[in-house]
């Protein structure tokens, strides 16, 4: 997956005007990198709490394989770009929280 994929989805607010069954471009970048998919399934699990639509993939040979390093072990988090700056600040208030209880 490319992290500039441009993906249409069906666009729900249309699901009644002239353009149903029309999609809308969704551009998603990654905004984090984790070893392995299991972490990055657990980041996206976080981000969807607060309502921003994400996704966990990593390359298709590592999952097979059930690699957590090198590059076929990365797991990536993706979301769509307009929520990208929202979804890191959440992960850093995240991270900051973990560090002070630490």
Do not use: C, F
């Not at 972490?39 to 690699?67: D, F, H, K, T």
């Not at 072990?73 to 600040?89: C, M, Q």
């Amino acid at each position: 997956m490319d992290t500039n994929n441009v993906q249409p989805i069906p666009d729900p607010d249309n699901a009644n005007s002239a353009n149903a069954g029309e999609s809308q471009e969704v551009r998603w970048v990654v905004i984090e990198k984790t070893p392995g998919i299991t972490v990055a399934e657990i980041i996206v699990g976080r981000l969807q709490s607060e309502g921003i639509p994400a996704r966990a993939w990593q390359e298709g040979a590592g999952e097979a394989l059930g690699l957590i390093v090198g590059l076929l072990g990365t797991g990536h988090v993706v979301v769509p770009e307009e929520y990208a700056d929202r979804a890191r600040a959440i992960l850093e208030a995240d991270a900051a929280a973990m560090e002070e209880e630490e």
